[in-house]
């Protein structure tokens, strides 16, 4: 009968270990959250959508929809449904606001600790104005 091999491994982590590991998988999800935002706004070709245009779109939609044949009846209820799905992934002013908020906080630390430089950052779209708020020089 074989022995069984018994881990060294220290099964218990410190409290001070535990309060890292939370710390880095909290800042993670502030830092992701952030970059979504950015990544939703970014600047696209043409022009930018609001969510009053949206609304324009859509009550032109339903207009369309009365009187258009079979396959352009098709291709408008696609648009619609993606029009709707826009609007509802817009963030409003105040969630963009408080997203940076929670960026600015710990993007510092965050990128000390990762190696992300300014270049980075400037490069995924992040504005210096929100770096220079964050601590993060070139």
């Not at 609001?50 to 648009?79: F, G, H, M, W, Y």
Request: aromatic share 4%; hydrophobic share 35%; net charge positive.
């Amino acid at each position: 009968m074989a022995a069984k091999k018994t881990s060294k491994r220290n099964s218990t982590m410190s409290a001070s270990h535990k309060k890292a590991l939370a710390n880095g998988r909290n800042e993670g999800r502030i830092i992701r959250e952030y970059l979504e935002v950015v990544e939703a706004i970014k600047p696209r070709r043409g022009r930018r959508r609001t969510p009053d245009s949206i609304a324009k779109r859509l009550a032109a939609i339903n207009t369309e929809l009365k009187s258009t044949d079979p396959v352009t009846q098709v291709r408008l209820i696609q648009e619609r449904l993606n029009l709707r799905t826009e609007l509802a992934g817009m963030k409003n002013k105040t969630e963009v606001t408080a997203t940076e908020t929670a960026f600015v906080k710990v993007a510092k630390n965050f990128s000390e600790r990762n190696d992300i430089t300014y270049e980075a950052w400037r490069e995924f779209g992040v504005t210096p104005t929100v770096l220079k708020r964050a601590g993060i020089s070139r």
